[in-house]
């Protein structure tokens, strides 16, 4: 490994506490199950089926877009908002790299006892 | 969103044995790869630097959060892969090993959690990880093999 790559030469860093706060919250899980199939949808269709105000709903697509994980995309006078997936397979990763270690780990603590 | 990381795994060991692999500070060292400096004590920071294959610039840093006798060993640990990391400076997560007795020995369930705490470049650290973790492979299959020869 070269101390080149050490800098991370073209991974952008990720914010992943905003990503996980962002993603803590129904109303905003709805929008990213909305969104995730990867069709850009507008605000009023992403209003569709919600008690919520236009105002509310523009709100939560702004924290999700903070976080990176929608962005919006103008259509003339229009707003529409897109999934973006990176942010999410970032952590997901990572937590796969993690999980890895810990099976790694207790396969060794298994035959550490058992042996 | 999966925020947190579980495992259950059955041991055919009794969990007093189970206990003393975890919470023996050279037991510990054995299987998980590290040479610690000391005893677990509940408040305190662990040191040691790890021995894992390509991993042995890394210090090894905890703090030991609970230790229930047979039932919980609980530490918060940090995730920078940076050498001179200073883990009360640090974002931690939440290690934490559940015992149960079964028929056969122990159910040991892992936990970890807090992986919203973390900072920013965890994925530009992940792939130096996951270089680093190749080269363990092939060093374990190495020893593996030699072994068996």
């Not at chain 1, 952590?91 to 780990?105: C, G, M, N, P, T």
């Not at chain 2, 990880?129 to 020893?143: L, Y």
């Amino acid at each position: 490994m070269s101390r080149k790559k050490h800098r991370g030469r073209t991974a952008k860093p990720l914010a992943y506490a905003p990503v996980f706060a962002a993603l803590g919250d129904e109303t905003r899980l709805s929008l990213v199950a909305k969104l995730c199939g990867g069709q850009s949808r507008s605000i009023s269709q992403l209003r569709e089926g919600s008690k919520l105000t236009r105002q509310a709903i523009t709100k939560h697509l702004r924290v999700l877009e903070r976080a990176k994980i929608v962005h919006s995309v103008r259509t003339g006078r229009e707003s529409r908002f897109e999934f973006d997936p990176q942010a999410m397979e970032g952590i997901k990763q990572y937590l796969d790299f993690v999980s890895e270690q810990w099976d790694q780990a207790l396969s060794r603590l298994k035959s550490f006892v058992e042996g | 969103m999966n925020d947190r990381i579980q495992k259950l795994i059955e041991l055919k060991a009794p969990v007093s044995r189970v206990w003393r692999a975890l919470t023996d500070h050279r037991e510990f060292g054995e299987w998980f790869r590290v040479k610690l400096d000391g005893p677990f004590v509940v408040g305190q920071i662990s040191r040691g630097q790890m021995t894992y294959p390509g991993y042995e610039h890394l210090k090894w840093q905890a703090i030991v959060q609970k230790m229930e006798p047979e039932r919980l060993f609980s530490f918060t640990w940090h995730h920078s892969f940076e050498p001179d990391a200073d883990i009360t400076k640090e974002p931690t997560t939440l290690v934490e090993f559940r015992l149960e007795k079964t028929e056969t020995g122990t159910l040991l369930t892992l936990t970890e959690s807090g992986f919203e705490n973390l900072p920013d470049n965890l994925r530009t650290e992940a792939f130096r990880r996951n270089d680093g973790g190749w080269t363990a492979q092939m060093k374990n299959i190495e020893s593996h093999v030699t072994q068996k020869a």
